[in-house]
């Protein structure tokens, strides 16, 4: 059974300050890390995914950082907005008979002004 | 391009009774996840349907069961309702085979309460 250790649980990050989070994972050989971003009363949207071959991956003001020998990757939140204020999951794909994903517990972020 | 729809948005139902959530994949997509997500925790994967077969399962009962059908739509069943399953059932769909490890797109799911 995977198992996905994220962090922190809950974070409050200013505007335009940065927000990171972190996910540790056990068990190797995936296609892809993704993160994904829920808002109250939505699903889960994908934000930015990263494949192992790369250590980091940029899209706008967010970007994965991805530590293969350590096995965690973590999201940056560069400049983060009020309207970041959501609640962010790390997942990780199985290999194997299933391509299901393992989510971490979630992390709520809080960006006040 | 479409995305992935689910109905109903919002159900209500008794401990006992059977239950059935509907899940249109998005355009192009071939491959469909189920997850139960409860209140605060991240979402767990159910089953995943790949030309209309099951493949790969977690850890849930047998009265949680699935179709596919052949325009790629699905639909989530489940017998005997609890009250531990008041949860938000999310629909996934992706693009690939058996093994694919493409990325997943949710729908904004169902929320389900048993009462």
């Known amino acids: 059974q995977q198992q996905v250790k994220q962090s922190p649980q809950s974070l409050i990050v200013q505007k335009g300050g940065i927000s990171i989070i972190n996910c540790a994972y056990e068990?190797?050989?995936?296609?892809?890390f993704p993160w994904y971003q829920q808002f109250p009363g939505k699903g889960p949207a994908l934000l930015i995914a990263?494949?192992?071959?790369?250590s980091e991956k940029k899209e706008g003001r967010f970007t994965i950082s991805f530590n293969k020998s350590a096995k965690q990757f973590s999201l940056h939140i560069m400049d983060s907005q009020p309207g970041d204020s959501a609640t962010y999951f790390c997942a990780v794909p199985n290999t194997g008979t299933a391509s299901k994903l393992t989510f971490g517990t979630g992390t709520r972020l809080q960006v006040t002004l | 391009e479409t995305g992935v729809t689910q109905s109903p948005t919002h159900l209500i139902k008794t401990r006992g009774q059977q239950v059935t959530l509907r899940c249109s994949s998005q355009?192009?997509?071939?491959?469909v996840s189920w997850y139960q997500q409860a209140l605060g925790q991240g979402p767990q994967f159910i089953f995943q349907?790949?030309?209309?077969?099951?493949?790969g399962r977690g850890n849930f009962p047998p009265r949680f069961s699935g179709l596919q059908f052949p325009n790629y739509s699905s639909e989530l069943n489940v017998n005997a309702l609890e009250l531990d399953d008041s949860a938000l059932y999310l629909c996934a769909s992706s693009l690939g085979g058996r093994n694919s490890n493409q990325p997943q797109h949710f729908g904004d799911g169902t929320r389900l309460s048993i009462l």
């Open positions: 990263i494949r192992p071959d790369v």
């Open positions: 349907y790949y030309r209309e077969e099951e493949n």
């Open positions: 068990n190797t050989a995936f296609d892809y």
């Open positions: 355009s192009g997509h071939n491959t």
